[in-house]
């Protein structure tokens, strides 16, 4: 589940290959993480937002860790890697923050000084 400006969309074809793309990402995190495949609507929530929450990126629901300029919109033919799937997260490296938050968001047990070791197993395996 993601929320986008309308002007990245109003050309925007086909959401179906999206969709796919980033189930694909969600269950490989699922897998990985040895849940189930289904799983509640607040694994995975973007939102593209004109203010990052802090300094640094954060987990959170939802999860908005991409900057938005509403001075310099785009032409809405869905070229943001957010549109794309996970797997064009492009020069920003944007979409490697995203999957180690969510990683950091699963909230299992790991021994003392892995915290982001085994959360950036996901980013490799997701991305």
Do not use: C
Request: no cysteine; hydrophobic share 35%.
């Amino acid at each position: 589940m993601m929320q986008v400006p309308t002007s990245w969309i109003t050309d925007f074809d086909s959401p179906e290959q999206l969709m796919q793309d980033w189930d694909t990402a969600l269950d490989a995190v699922s897998r990985l993480m040895g849940l189930p495949l289904v799983r509640n609507k607040s694994v995975l929530y973007l939102q593209v937002d004109v203010t990052l929450r802090g300094s640094a990126y954060y987990p959170g629901y939802p999860q908005s860790n991409t900057p938005y300029n509403p001075h310099s919109p785009r032409q809405g033919n869905g070229r943001h890697w957010l549109l794309r799937g996970p797997q064009y997260d492009g020069a920003t490296h944007n979409g490697a923050t995203i999957f180690h938050k969510i990683g950091h968001a699963q909230l299992f047990t790991k021994f003392m000084g892995e915290v982001e070791a085994v959360v950036n197993q996901i980013v490799k395996h997701s991305v």
